[in-house]
């Protein structure tokens, strides 16, 4: 891996962790179970997209 893609991943690992981050903080003010779920789907989504970039490392 060249170091422009190395700091490519980095990049995509950086915003992985800032939006699941976000949904996190989203979820913990939500009160409405269905909304609740729907951002735990998409953290969760999200966290298994930082693991996929970090194994190109």
Do not use: I, R, W
Not at 14 to 38: I, R, V, W, Y
Not at 46 to 53: D, K, P, R, T, Y
């Amino acid at each position: 891996m060249s170091p422009k893609e190395l700091l490519y991943v980095e990049d995509a690992l950086g915003h992985e962790k800032f939006l699941k981050a976000q949904c996190q903080q989203a979820m913990n003010s939500l009160t409405d179970p269905d909304l609740k779920n729907f951002v735990q789907q998409m953290m969760q989504k999200h966290a298994e997209l930082f693991g996929a970039f970090f194994q190109l490392v």
